[in-house]
């Protein structure tokens, strides 16, 4: 496998759209929420600049796990497995429905490493997002390559907080997955084809989206605290989620009031993702 991926870092791309109000009123419906349709002028809340955007690539650029084939903007690794990993996000201004918005995405880093379960490549990919106020969101985005899954049984992930305020349980059946797939435009196979998942990336069952559950974990601060605005999010995938059992999200707001600490937990108190919402000043 190729170890130096220096020619990719710096590589850029562009892409343009226009803040719809129908993927903010979709994602509403998929949380559940009771929220009147989205007019122009809405700001969008964290999170949802993810359902813009979107890579639009032909039925016959797909590559066999549902991704569009590699290479292109991001580097070609070879190893089979991607996953959206974390990341960091700073909410400079509010994006507004109805306006115009342009994303300049650039690769600040790619390294290869060796793991206990074998070769990795990290990729880190800033975005930032302007609108009619001008910068509105920067964003650092990691992704991991991983080779096939190791024979054995897998490493348990460390154990989640216990100390929560708001606690919300999900149920992660496959019509949730694919809703969410279909309001991003993934075509994944891990996310909805069972046998693809199971079969060849050795996976117990479906995988839930990392944006899904980092989208949930802020969904459970906007309900607790309906009037805070997130000024920074950050967020770290730990360990995956499946559709055989239900998981939870948490969270506990800081004794200041300035920052929110959120995660979310496997059924039997496993730690799969561990996220921070700093806050703005009210």
Excluded: C
Excluded at 15 to 32: F, H
Excluded at 264 to 269: K, L, M, S, Y
């Amino acid at each position: 496998m190729q170890t130096d991926w220096n020619d990719w870092i710096g590589r850029k791309a562009t892409s343009e759209d226009v803040i719809a109000p129908w993927p903010l009123a979709a994602l509403a419906a998929m949380l559940d929420r009771d929220e009147p349709a989205p007019k122009p002028g809405d700001p969008l809340p964290p999170l949802a600049h993810w359902l813009y955007f979107l890579p639009v690539y032909r039925q016959s650029d797909v590559g066999p796990d549902g991704h569009a084939k590699r290479g292109g903007f991001l580097p070609p690794v070879p190893l089979p497995r991607r996953m959206w990993a974390g990341g960091r996000i700073s909410f400079e201004a509010p994006l507004r429905v109805g306006e115009a918005a342009t994303r300049d995405s650039q690769i600040v880093d790619v390294v290869a490493k060796e793991g206990r379960s074998g070769p990795l490549v990290f990729v880190v990919v800033r975005h930032a997002i302007r609108g009619d106020a001008g910068l509105a969101i920067v964003e650092e985005h990691d992704i991991v390559y991983r080779g096939a899954a190791p024979a054995g049984v897998a490493t348990p992930p460390p154990a989640a907080p216990v100390d929560a305020a708001w606690t919300h349980e999900i149920e992660p059946d496959p019509v949730l997955l694919f809703r969410y797939s279909a309001l991003t435009f993934n075509s994944h196979r891990i996310h909805y084809d069972r046998r693809y998942v199971t079969d060849v990336e050795d996976y117990p069952g479906l995988v839930v989206h990392g944006p899904l559950i980092a989208t949930l974990l802020v969904d459970l601060l906007r309900r607790a605290n309906p009037h805070a605005r997130v000024s920074r999010f950050t967020f770290r995938a730990v360990s995956p989620l499946f559709d055989t059992a239900p998981f939870f999200v948490r969270g506990h707001p800081a004794p200041d009031g300035r920052s929110v600490h959120l995660w979310a937990a496997n059924v039997h108190g496993g730690l799969a993702m561990d996220a921070t919402a700093a806050l703005a000043p009210a």
